[in-house]
């Protein structure tokens, strides 16, 4: 659907990512890009050929240039290619996502003397040798980008930034696919007993996404309170294997079932009673802001950006990281008491469609990139 006021100034924009993998990040720039060119902007992807974040870009029609990162030692002679491209095609804003595309896509940005240059950081992890990354979030660029306010907060004590410098905007929520009307997946092949609540993760499967704590948790629930769910993590990652193993050590294999990666998101959410976010750190999550849009109670970490969507007590309720106990408890609550959680749910969507949709964080980006290069 178009949108209702497409804004007045038509872009020339650049995106850059390193990864190879598909996840938040990926997603999220797939998001800005699709959304500008919806809008009428004209938005190019720099990445590996073999990244699935190309793959899907030249699939949905984005423009893409594949570019390697991983080949430190022909960097000059990237970066001056890469000039040249910028140059060629006229490019205003450049903004790359990742550390190795940051580091060859500023370099040529600087060159081309782009025009606006902007660094976004999606996750709150260590910056090795800030000296030299002063470069690339202060010295080399004119805007940075954060998911999260706790992301913020470590950049500008980090680098002494300008706070005007620096703008938090988490992932916007496509409102009308994330919509609580609609078909839910059938999960009924699976031969549950009957009201066995569903405890959903959409998540990229890695050891510090915890899904183990909620093996242990699920475990707690049965064993304590006589309490039976079902789990089903919908996503694929490299600690599959390890998650398994887990889930097995924990007797809980036949309350859990692994869908692997799926498309369907919105689908699988309608047919949860509860999104769990066990995270040991994180940005901001896109399926907690997913599920806060469809009126899904969330029980997640108390880490990074999360507190600042699950709001405790308000939006979701909100655990100490590894701590089984405590999200076995707050799993309980949420399933228990159902008044109280419903009216969470009210506020997180009511939160949701008025901050963080997805033309919410695309009239905060074309405002930004107004400021700095004007209407002309």
Same mark, same amino acid.
């Given at each position: 659907?178009?949108?209702?006021?497409?804004?007045?100034?038509?872009?020339?924009?650049?995106?850059?990512?390193?990864?190879?993998?598909?996840?938040?990040?990926?997603?999220?720039?797939?998001?800005?890009?699709?959304?500008?060119?919806?809008?009428?902007?004209?938005?190019?992807?720099?990445? #590996?050929?073999?990244?699935? *974040?190309?793959?899907?870009?030249?699939?949905? !029609? $984005?423009? @893409? +240039? &594949?570019?390697?990162?991983?080949?430190?030692?022909?960097?000059?002679?990237?970066?001056?290619?890469?000039?040249?491209?910028?140059?060629?095609?006229?490019?205003?804003?450049?903004?790359?996502?990742?550390?190795?595309?940051?580091?060859?896509?500023?370099?040529?940005?600087?060159?081309?003397?782009?025009?606006?240059?902007?660094?976004?950081?999606?996750?709150?992890?260590?910056?090795?040798?800030?000296?030299?990354?002063?470069?690339?979030?202060?010295?080399?660029?004119?805007?940075?980008?954060?998911?999260?306010?706790?992301?913020?907060?470590?950049?500008?004590?980090?680098?002494?930034?300008?706070?005007?410098?620096?703008?938090?905007?988490?992932?916007?929520?496509?409102?009308?696919?994330?919509?609580?009307?609609?078909?839910?997946?059938?999960?009924?092949?699976?031969?549950?007993?009957?009201?066995? #609540?569903?405890?959903?993760? *959409?998540?990229?499967?890695?050891?510090?996404? !915890? $899904?183990? @704590? +909620? &093996?242990?948790?699920?475990?707690?629930?049965?064993?304590?309170?006589?309490?039976?769910?079902?789990?089903?993590?919908?996503?694929?990652?490299?600690?599959?294997?390890?998650?398994?193993?887990?889930?097995?050590?924990?007797?809980?294999?036949?309350?859990?079932?692994?869908?692997?990666?799926?498309?369907?998101?919105?689908?699988?959410?309608?047919?949860?009673?509860?999104?769990?976010?066990?995270?040991?750190?994180?940005?901001?999550?896109?399926?907690?802001?997913?599920?806060?849009?469809?009126?899904?109670?969330?029980?997640?970490?108390?880490?990074?950006?999360?507190?600042?969507?699950?709001?405790?007590?308000?939006?979701?309720?909100?655990?100490?990281?590894?701590?089984?106990?405590?999200?076995?408890?707050?799993?309980?609550?949420?399933?228990?008491?159902?008044?109280?959680?419903?009216?969470?749910?009210?506020?997180?969507?009511?939160?949701?469609?008025?901050?963080?949709?997805?033309?919410?964080?695309?009239?905060?980006?074309?405002?930004?990139?107004?400021?700095?290069?004007?209407?002309?």
């Amino acid at each position: 659907m178009a949108d209702p006021f497409p804004p007045k100034r038509i872009w020339r924009i650049a995106h850059s990512e390193a990864s190879l993998g598909w996840g938040g990040q990926e997603h999220r720039i797939l998001a800005e890009v699709n959304g500008f060119r919806r809008r009428g902007s004209e938005v190019w992807l720099v990445a #590996p050929e073999d990244s699935q *974040i190309y793959q899907r870009a030249s699939q949905s !029609g $984005v423009p @893409v +240039l &594949a570019q390697p990162f991983n080949q430190r030692c022909l960097l000059p002679f990237h970066a001056l290619r890469l000039a040249w491209w910028l140059h060629r095609h006229r490019i205003e804003i450049v903004n790359p996502h990742s550390s190795r595309d940051g580091w060859m896509l500023t370099l040529a940005a600087r060159i081309a003397r782009v025009p606006l240059i902007i660094r976004s950081r999606h996750f709150d992890v260590p910056i090795p040798n800030k000296s030299l990354s002063r470069l690339i979030y202060k010295e080399w660029i004119h805007h940075i980008l954060t998911t999260s306010p706790k992301i913020t907060s470590s950049l500008v004590s980090t680098f002494d930034l300008d706070p005007r410098a620096i703008t938090t905007l988490p992932t916007g929520v496509d409102l009308e696919r994330f919509n609580p009307e609609g078909p839910k997946a059938d999960f009924s092949r699976y031969s549950l007993p009957e009201h066995t #609540p569903l405890i959903g993760m *959409i998540t990229v499967i890695r050891a510090a996404k !915890g $899904v183990q @704590v +909620l &093996a242990e948790a699920v475990h707690l629930l049965k064993s304590n309170h006589g309490t039976h769910v079902h789990c089903v993590i919908a996503g694929e990652g490299p600690a599959l294997e390890y998650v398994e193993s887990e889930v097995a050590r924990f007797s809980v294999g036949n309350q859990f079932t692994f869908l692997g990666h799926r498309e369907d998101v919105p689908e699988i959410m309608r047919a949860l009673d509860l999104v769990a976010i066990p995270s040991f750190h994180e940005a901001i999550p896109q399926s907690g802001l997913q599920a806060l849009a469809m009126g899904v109670p969330v029980v997640a970490s108390d880490v990074g950006g999360i507190p600042s969507i699950i709001r405790h007590g308000e939006t979701g309720r909100l655990v100490p990281p590894h701590d089984a106990a405590a999200l076995a408890s707050a799993i309980r609550e949420t399933l228990e008491q159902k008044p109280k959680t419903q009216a969470m749910c009210r506020a997180g969507q009511q939160f949701v469609t008025t901050q963080c949709s997805l033309d919410a964080m695309l009239d905060q980006l074309d405002a930004i990139y107004r400021r700095h290069l004007g209407e002309s």
